[in-house]
């Protein structure tokens, strides 16, 4: 595989960028060797600057649902681009925006647009905080909730591919009121709200965890929170960054039958624009201002060519539930394939996968969380990435992401995906 101008990019970027990427997990580091510049994208695959196709996994980690440079979508953002692309006043596509994810997902009375998932996650513990007028939060070993200093705590996805434990720049009472469990320990909650009484204001979770690889919630472990939530006042957040629109039109909450307090939305909102949001109950979204007094404000919050993006593909989505359906189906099917060429290999694997999130971990044992994600046999998985990407298959650079299929995604791309697997498996084994 011809890769020369992605590296003589790479070391051009160097000279500029900080590691020559604008987010960590984009570098390669965990797997090694040179990150891949894009040139463009088109339904399934990506294609990079040197001509080579690969069938893509990452999905833009997630909104790509319906594949890339889908059509309809690109359609609605060239149209709405000639009207101009920031107003800094209101537009009725906002409503339009608010008023389609308030019907689709469940919970969702307000909801305010930013542009990130991270500050979408951010603004929630704030008014959670406010709401409760509690100052500490819970979060998940392993679970990823953008790079605000409250969630860099015991963090997934780039924090843990680089394995860093403790973030300079996080001032130390900042990281003290972020308390940590492991996933799916729900005694571990119970003993942690109870050693902190009254002072909890928010549990925030990823429903499916897509930052330590995919690890699905155990039967009882996010009802129990439910319950915990509400005998003991405290806020619970969905981050829905990955999973919302993606598991179910309504999202995880839909899917898993769960109701959340607030929601956080992000990438998949906008089709892959910048934009997230975040929303919930009444009661406690109206402590936003400027209705309330909890302060988030944002210039380019509700921008036009994100909500046409999003409200287009979110539209779509909800017009033609047999899109995610058949999303689903494909990550089944993918699934089963795998299983199949990865038991005759002989060598120990653990898939975990729930709608079209899916990962593969080299481990003789369950994957249930971050230390037994971080336990799995990550050597292997790095020369596992590498013949698969020599056979035009894109996989996550690091164990600790979860893939994602979009829907332009065929049989015939499934069986590459799987054929690939199984001559990676006699390269690398
Ligand atoms: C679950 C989850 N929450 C929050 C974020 C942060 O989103 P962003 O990178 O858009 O700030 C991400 C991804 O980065 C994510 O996967
Ligand atoms: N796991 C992250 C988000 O989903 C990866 C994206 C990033 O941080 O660049």
Redesign the pocket.
């Known amino acids: 595989m011809n890769t020369t101008k992605s590296i003589e990019l790479f070391n051009r970027a160097q000279e500029s960028i900080p590691g020559g990427v604008n987010s960590p997990v984009r570098a390669f580091r965990s797997v090694g060797g040179t990150p891949l510049f894009i040139q463009r994208a088109e339904g399934t695959y990506l294609y990079d600057v040197d001509g080579n196709r690969y069938i893509d996994y990452i999905a833009s ?1 997630g909104p790509m649902i319906l594949g890339h440079a889908y059509a309809p979508l690109v359609k609605a953002i060239q149209e709405q681009a000639v009207f101009s692309t920031s107003y800094g006043a209101p537009t009725e596509l906002e409503i339009k925006m608010a008023e389609l994810i308030r019907s689709m997902a469940p919970n969702v009375d307000l909801i305010r647009m930013v542009s ?3 500050e979408a ?1 951010m603004s929630a513990i704030r008014v959670a905080r406010g709401y409760t007028g509690r100052n500490k939060i819970i979060k998940f070993e392993g679970c ?3 790079h605000a200093d409250s969630f860099l705590v015991k963090a997934g ?1 780039g924090v843990a591919t680089l394995n860093i434990q403790a973030v300079p720049g996080v001032t130390a009472s900042t990281a003290a009121d972020t308390l940590t469990c492991a996933y799916n320990d729900l005694a571990a909650v119970e003993q942690l709200v109870a050693e902190n009484k009254s002072q909890v204001a928010a549990i925030i979770v ?1 429903p499916v965890a ?2 330590m690889g995919c690890i699905i919630p155990q039967a009882g472990f996010l009802e129990g929170i439910r319950k915990i939530c509400d005998a003991e006042g405290i806020v619970f957040i969905f ?1 829905e ?2 999973t919302g629109f993606r598991l179910a039109r309504g999202g995880a909450q839909e899917k898993l039958k769960i109701d959340a307090d607030l929601v956080t939305y ?2 998949v909102i906008g089709g892959g624009l910048p934009v ?1 949001a975040f929303g919930g109950k009444r009661k406690i979204m109206e402590m936003v201002a400027p209705l309330g007094s909890v302060y988030q404000a944002g210039t380019l919050s509700g921008n036009p060519i994100a909500m046409i993006a999003g409200y287009t593909l979110l539209s779509i989505l909800n017009e033609q539930p047999k899109l995610l359906k058949e999303l689903n189906e494909k990550t089944v099917y993918l699934r089963d394939g795998l299983d199949k060429v990865l038991k005759a290999s002989g060598t120990p694997y653990v898939i975990n996968q729930l709608g079209s999130m899916i990962s593969v971990h080299f481990s003789d044992k369950p994957v249930t969380n971050f230390a037994s994600a971080a336990a799995a046999n990550n050597d292997l998985f790095k020369k596992y990435f590498h013949a698969m990407l020599k056979r035009g298959v894109y996989l996550p650079p690091s164990a600790f992401e979860s893939w994602f299929l979009n829907n332009a995604m065929q049989q015939e791309h499934l069986d590459t995906t799987i054929k690939a697997t199984e001559e990676s498996l006699k390269e690398i084994l």
Request: aromatic share 12%; hydrophobic share 15%.
């Open positions: 980690w990130s998932g991270t996650c990823y909730h953008g996805s990823e897509g930052n981050d960054v990955m992000g990438k997230g």
